[in-house]
């Protein structure tokens, strides 16, 4: 007896990259780079989110040439995003094996109402959240794994900050919730009331939490982790900075010792005078320019 | 007798679900990092993760050498998945560093990318009749074993549990199952080598 595509191995699959760091790669020889200094799994993409920022115009999925030269560059996993709503793209990407599919607010969105059905697929889908009750709307349609989003290409920490908090915050205030206030806790966010239930009862999400969107530093990704993430995203943070191969190794040491500041301090140290990647004022964008928001 | 300390070497991959699955099978589990916390345990057990991230950080930060020195003294050791990786000897069609525990060779992904993760009922005659809800994720299998290794599961005719010594190796995740069987393998693997390790020093 065999099973493929269970909840059990879609969500195993988070599991197993727990305690890592997940880059955005554009070409095989940067998810090479990124393989090498110790990244647990590879997002291929055309353009990194500050460029997606910086250019404009509508970001879809990215060609599939690509993606499969990154996929047989690298034996890390290798994920791929896919427009909010868009099963036809997640149909092509499961069907060229691609690991994980990331359902991305950093991509112009294709349905305004809906996500993807993503209990319909064997691939695994991430998305991401800003609270709880987007985190748990995402688990219902399916999704294995969550990230808090934070602002995608922004190089800021603070809104990967609010989220990751957001989150954390409301399932600690769950499980003191009297039992009684649970239905009206689950109708005020949004959320399925059995889900709440588990985590009122757990502590948890059912399901591996990363954070995302802002992250560019050795010292953010050691702040993300001990506000309760369990591994990293970077996107624009490795490759957008002056010495990705630096950036890559400090930020995966940082990840893993995040909780010796003396280990963070020589992740710090490795980069020498090396810039961060530029970062953004939120505050300064236009409610237009705003990644997270897209999709709820 | 006070239970078991069993670390769950914690570098990166699925941890806390080995460290629960001990503390079921009624152990203690502490997360292994350092030094200092790989000295204090009876045991290690390598979880499910990436091996070319883990075998990195083994190198990086100096815990590869001490480890080895450790099973070769007759830690019992027990790696799942990405943890059988880091202790075989060799990975078939690549050249990555491994710590050469146990004389396998792997071949990573074998059973194929993650729309090939399964769960399979697998027959391990070890732990009785029973099947054992076996997970194999981005799997992979064994390829050769040693004179000294004995294979303790198939799947589809291809190795994917041994053990050799106190070294056990297993291509899935028990961890991720409530089936507390393969923990409580590992367990009398440790009161094996503790009771090895008493008559040693009484006799001396």
């Known amino acids: ?296 | 007798m006070q239970a078991h300390l069993v670390g769950v070497l914690a570098l990166q991959g699925d941890v806390a679900e080995h460290a629960a699955a001990l503390e079921r099978a009624g152990a203690r589990a502490a997360a292994v990092k350092t030094l200092a916390d790989l000295e204090r345990v009876d045991a290690l057990v390598i979880p499910g993760g990436e091996s070319t991230t883990v075998v990195r950080l083994l190198d990086r930060f100096g815990l590869a050498e001490p480890i080895v020195a450790r099973v070769k003294a007759g830690m019992p050791l027990w790696g799942t998945c990405m943890g059988m990786i880091v202790a075989a000897r060799e990975v078939a069609g690549m050249e990555q560093p491994t710590l050469g525990l146990i004389d396998i060779t792997v071949r990573r992904n074998a059973f194929g990318r993650q729309n090939e993760s399964a769960e399979v009922a697998l027959a391990i005659p070890a732990l009785g009749e029973q099947p054992f809800p076996a997970i194999f994720i981005r799997a992979p299998w064994i390829e050769r074993v040693g004179p000294s290794v004995e294979l303790l599961a198939e799947r589809d005719g291809h190795g994917v549990m041994v053990r050799s010594g106190n070294v056990l190796g297993t291509s899935f995740h028990p961890e991720l199952t409530g089936d507390p069987r393969v923990h409580a393998y590992f367990l009398s693997m440790i009161d094996k080598a503790s009771a090895h390790v008493g008559k040693a020093s009484s006799a001396a």
Do not use: W
């Not at chain 1, 780079?33 to 460029?51: F, K, N, S, T």
């Not at chain 1, 949004?190 to 591996?208: D, F, H, N, Q």
């Open chain 1, 1 to 296: 007896m065999e099973e493929k595509g269970t909840l059990t191995v879609k969500r195993g699959l988070a599991q197993m990259l727990k305690g890592g760091v997940i880059m955005d790669v554009v070409t095989p020889e940067q998810a090479a780079i990124a393989q090498e200094a110790g990244a647990v799994a590879v997002m291929a993409l055309e353009r990194i989110p500050a460029e997606i920022r910086a250019q404009g115009g509508v970001a879809r999925m990215s060609s599939l040439e690509l993606i499969s030269g990154i996929m047989d560059a690298v034996t890390i996993p290798v994920m791929a995003k896919v427009r909010i709503g868009h099963f036809a793209e997640a149909q092509v990407l499961q069907s060229i094996g691609v690991d994980y599919i990331d359902e991305s607010e950093v991509l112009t969105p294709a349905d305004d109402l809906y996500h993807v059905d993503k209990h319909a697929f064997t691939t695994p889908f991430v998305c991401g959240a800003r609270d709880l009750g987007e985190a748990l709307r995402r688990i219902t349609e399916g999704a294995a794994m969550i990230r808090s989003k934070g602002e995608a290409g922004s190089g800021n920490i603070v809104e990967a900050v609010r989220h990751i908090r957001a989150i954390k915050d409301a399932i600690a205030t769950l499980t003191t919730a009297p039992k009684e206030e649970l239905v009206a806790r689950a109708r005020d966010i949004g959320a399925s009331y059995e889900l709440v239930r588990e985590i009122a009862e757990t502590g948890r999400l059912p399901v591996v939490l990363f954070c995302a969107g802002g992250v560019s530093t050795p010292a953010d990704a050691a702040l993300m982790m001990q506000l309760g993430a369990e591994g990293i995203f970077v996107g624009s943070g490795i490759f957008k900075s002056k010495d990705p191969k630096r950036f890559a190794r400090a930020i995966v040491d940082a990840t893993t010792h995040y909780n010796d500041p003396k280990i963070v301090a020589d992740a710090c140290r490795s980069l020498g005078t090396a810039d961060a990647m530029p970062g953004i004022d939120i505050r300064k964008l236009a409610e237009s320019e705003l990644l997270a928001t897209r999709g709820n």
